[in-house]
């Protein structure tokens, strides 16, 4: 049976079980069933006999006669009264008169009959007793109750028993096929749903409608497809972004190194030049010192890099409760000094803010964008900077970027040709930074055209 599958198996099981019960039981019956009839009868001829002393004890002799054929045809039992020495005989079922010996005990093994011959015990059950008449004369009392029926009973469920026990296998053929359907249909039905949940199809789902081990075995395979499911997308989500973060750090080493490129094979031709006192390069010292320049901003492009990455890569540590509009005020007093010498001045509407994030990373986002409003606004304007538990906002006045130029806004070393004339020292990867640090964060942001300039909003 190890390769049978579940119904077969449950089928077989549950009717080899029902077959041992029927043949138990007939067997049982058979077997039972007369002693159980005996036992039975006996009871009644004593309770009979009890019952016939009851009724003629004190009453006369003809009284006696009298109600004794009465009992015996009600009770269907013969009676015997031994009066003076004879016995009267009363009948109540045709059966032999049993002869006995006056004044002797009856042997109830064998019994002699009034043609001299002697029955089986086992067919007749004899009961004796004594009662006192109304002249306080001793009359003895035989009972004799038939139990040939038990016999006959038993020929008869000999004959029966086949067609019982047959009828009976049908039954439980049948009762065994329905159960085995009815218990392993629920089974089957989650072998399938599994099988359709093995090949990830989305919608595969059990169909719940019980709340027994079945229902809850079904709930549990749910839940844990559905917590599958979660984890698939959550590593698709997660793939997909480490795919688009090695993207990124593709187009930034690229970008980088053409960025670096430029400015080196610029200081390498001067470098050249002044060593070989070729035209205005005989000017050493105010070449070296255009050099220096030139290695100052390298250095500082270089820098750039770096601390984007480490901050990059500490973006997500040690974070706790932050106020937001500590960190605004305190990256506003570090450029109150460059909007002066541009005339510019600040508006703020800070309330309490209060979000839980890396001190670094947020006053380092703040303070790109407070320098991107300061550097590349119009001179003498406002710079408006609102804060609340919902967003974070600084707008500039300046010309709005165009829809071409917010495409690579966020691209590193990416400028703008207003910004690259306005800012000829700036790196070019502020926004590009702001833009990872958010993205590791998870905060949402946007930033568009707004009236006669330019806003940033960061969503808390």
């Keep these: 049976m190890k390769n049978l599958k579940l119904f077969p198996k449950t089928f077989l099981v549950s009717i080899g079980l029902f077959a041992a019960l029927i043949i138990l039981v007939h067997a049982l019956v058979y077997t039972l069933m007369p002693q159980f009839y005996l036992q039975q009868k006996e009871r009644e001829a004593a309770e009979n006999l009890t019952a016939l002393v009851a009724e003629l004890r004190g009453k006369s002799t003809e009284e006696m006669r009298r109600l004794s054929q009465e009992f015996a045809q009600v009770k269907n039992v013969n009676i015997t009264l031994t009066i003076d020495g004879r016995d009267q005989y009363f009948q109540g079922f045709q059966s032999i008169n049993i002869v006995t010996d006056s004044g002797k005990s009856v042997d109830t093994s064998v019994v002699k009959i009034a043609d001299g011959q002697t029955v089986d015990p086992r067919s007749v059950i004899l009961r004796q007793g004594s009662v006192a008449n109304s002249q306080g004369q001793t009359i003895a009392v035989k009972l004799l109750a038939d139990v040939a029926p038990v016999t006959q009973a038993k020929l008869a469920t000999l004959h029966v028993l086949p067609y019982t026990m047959l009828g009976s296998l049908l039954v439980a053929l049948v009762f065994?096929?329905?159960?085995?359907r009815f218990v392993t249909r629920p089974i089957r039905q989650m072998a399938a749903v599994t099988t359709t949940m093995q090949?990830?199809?989305k919608d595969a789902h059990y169909p719940v409608n019980s709340s027994d081990e079945i229902g809850v075995l079904g709930?549990?395979?749910?839940?844990?497809?559905?917590n599958l499911w979660q984890t698939i997308r959550s590593l698709e989500h997660e793939n997909k972004r480490i795919t688009q973060l090695e993207k990124e750090k593709i187009?930034?080493?690229?970008a980088a190194s053409h960025e670096l490129k430029t400015p080196l094979a610029a200081l390498r031709i001067m470098l050249e030049n002044m060593q070989l006192n070729i035209g205005e390069y005989k000017n050493h010292d105010q070449y070296l010192a255009e050099s220096v320049a030139q290695v100052d901003r390298l250095a500082a492009m270089v820098n750039d890099v770096l601390r984007s990455g480490s901050v990059a890569e500490q973006a997500l540590r040690q974070e706790k409760r932050l106020r937001i509009d500590k960190l605004v005020a305190e990256v506003i007093d570090d450029y109150v000094l460059l909007a002066k010498t541009r005339g510019m001045t600040f508006a703020v509407d800070a309330h309490p803010t209060t979000i839980r994030a890396n001190r670094d990373m947020i006053r380092h986002v703040i303070s790109n964008l407070v320098s991107n409003a300061v550097r590349?606004?119009?001179?003498?304007s406002m710079i408006t900077i609102t804060c609340d538990q919902h967003e974070l906002a600084i707008e500039n006045a300046c010309k709005p970027l165009?829809?071409?130029?917010?495409?690579?806004?966020f691209d590193p070393f990416y400028?703008?040709?207003?910004q690259a004339k306005q800012t000829p020292n700036n790196s070019g990867i502020g926004l590009y930074t702001v833009k990872i640090l958010l993205d590791a964060k998870g905060l949402d942001y946007d930033f568009t055209p707004h009236g006669r300039g330019m806003r940033f909003i960061v969503k808390l």
């Design 415 to 418: 400028r703008a040709n207003t």
């Design 251 to 254: 187009a930034f080493l690229r």
């Design 402 to 409: 165009t829809k071409q130029q917010l495409q690579h806004v």
């Design 199 to 201: 090949r990830l199809e």
């Design 376 to 380: 590349h606004g119009d001179a003498g």
């Design 176 to 180: 065994s096929y329905i159960y085995s």
């Design 219 to 226: 709930r549990n395979i749910n839940e844990l497809y559905q």
